[in-house]
């Protein structure tokens, strides 16, 4: 997910535990700051998790999610 040294529960400032707990869905959710909701994104999106959960869980717009997608390459398998 994100290069960062194992052990790290920081990294770039990124609450990497915050975008693990998002990721997984543990309740309460964890508020994120932009660059950990695009982390958390990426990581579900490889999940094959689908853009409008991810958008849901996130509190952001599907669109966003399908954006930041293109942006880094990631795609949900299909031709």
Same mark, same amino acid.
């Given at each position: 997910?994100? =290069?960062?040294p194992p052990g790290a529960t920081w990294h770039r400032g990124? =609450?990497?535990?915050a975008v693990e707990? &998002?990721?997984r869905? &543990? /309740?309460p959710l964890p !508020? /994120?700051?932009? =660059? !950990?909701?695009?982390? &958390?994104a990426l990581e579900m999106a490889k999940q094959r998790v689908?853009?409008?959960?991810?958008?849901?869980r996130l509190g952001? &717009?599907?669109?966003?999610?399908v954006r930041w997608k293109?942006?880094?390459g990631v795609t949900d398998g299909r031709p």
């Open positions: 997910m994100i =290069d960062a990124v =609450d990497l535990i707990r &998002a990721v869905g &543990a /309740l !508020e /994120l700051n932009e =660059d !950990e909701q695009r982390y &958390a689908p853009e409008r959960t991810i958008a849901e952001v &717009a599907e669109r966003t999610v293109a942006g880094s």
